[in-house]
């Protein structure tokens, strides 16, 4: 199972937004809405943003939603902060019924 | 609260055996499937294996190849990664963290994470 494919890097400047993608095959995003979205400060462990493709867990900010379309996930911050600067990963569901992440985005709030 | 408290940092040798652990406390621990992911320095996250400790089904990334072993203490809510021989190869972070699963599929909540160090 490859990993999902997402951009190493993206840029924006503050109250920007920006949208980061994740793209998959038939084996993952395209047949399941099972997609998860994890932010990662420096120093610290993953946490959960986004779950099944656009749901936010309570205390998530809404500046932060979720789509997908065909075999392509999609992240979206609006209003951009510099608090929002961190690795992004994206993670599907897979036909093996195991998961798959992405490679990652790290993102510099300019 | 939900909480995976994982074991503190290791330093080994190439060729040692290793056993890092996650405690969980705040709910059901048989009934929800724990996930280990490697993080390698500056790198990605990286699913290693998932662990069901209702009933010890087991499932492993193809790229790890046998050299790990996930088990799980219903006894003390704990699970447990190991390795029976490391490389220099095996240093990364290693987190564990819930799976939720049944019409959906996320981690909700991670450990913060057990630092492995292998050099000679």
């Known amino acids: 199972q490859s990993a999902l494919t997402q951009p190493a890097s993206m840029s924006a400047s503050p109250g920007q937004s920006i949208t980061v993608s994740c793209t998959g095959t038939?084996?993952?995003?395209?047949?399941?809405?099972?997609v998860s979205w994890y932010q990662q400060h420096p120093g610290k462990a993953p946490k959960l943003i986004i779950h099944?493709?656009?749901v936010r867990p309570s205390g998530v900010s809404d500046r932060f939603a979720g789509s997908r379309s065909d075999k392509t996930a999609s992240l979206t911050i609006s209003g951009l902060q510099a608090e929002d600067e961190a690795d992004y990963f994206c993670?599907?569901?897979?036909?093996?019924?195991?998961?798959?992440f992405g490679g990652g985005t790290r993102l510099t709030v300019l | 609260e939900v909480q995976l408290v994982q074991s503190g940092a290791e330093v080994k040798m190439p060729g040692e055996s290793l056993k890092i652990s996650c405690r969980v406390s705040?709910?059901?621990?048989?009934?929800?499937?724990i996930a280990w992911v490697r993080q390698k320095p500056g790198k990605g996250l990286e699913w290693m294996g998932l662990?069901?400790?209702?009933?010890?089904?087991?499932r492993y990334s193809p790229s790890l190849q046998g050299r790990v072993t996930i088990s799980a203490d219903n006894s003390i809510t704990t699970a447990y990664l190991q390795w029976s021989s490391v490389e220099a190869s095996d240093t990364a972070m290693y987190y564990c963290?819930?799976?939720?699963?049944?019409?959906?599929?996320?981690?909700?909540?991670w450990g913060a994470g057990t630092t492995v160090t292998v050099s000679s």
């Open positions: 963290a819930r799976l939720v699963t049944g019409n959906t599929y996320y981690m909700d909540v």
């Open positions: 705040g709910y059901s621990f048989m009934n929800n499937w």
């Open positions: 662990i069901y400790p209702g009933d010890s089904d087991t």
């Open positions: 038939n084996a993952d995003i395209g047949p399941y809405p099972y």
């Open positions: 099944d493709v656009n």
């Open positions: 993670m599907s569901y897979t036909s093996n019924s195991v998961p798959v």
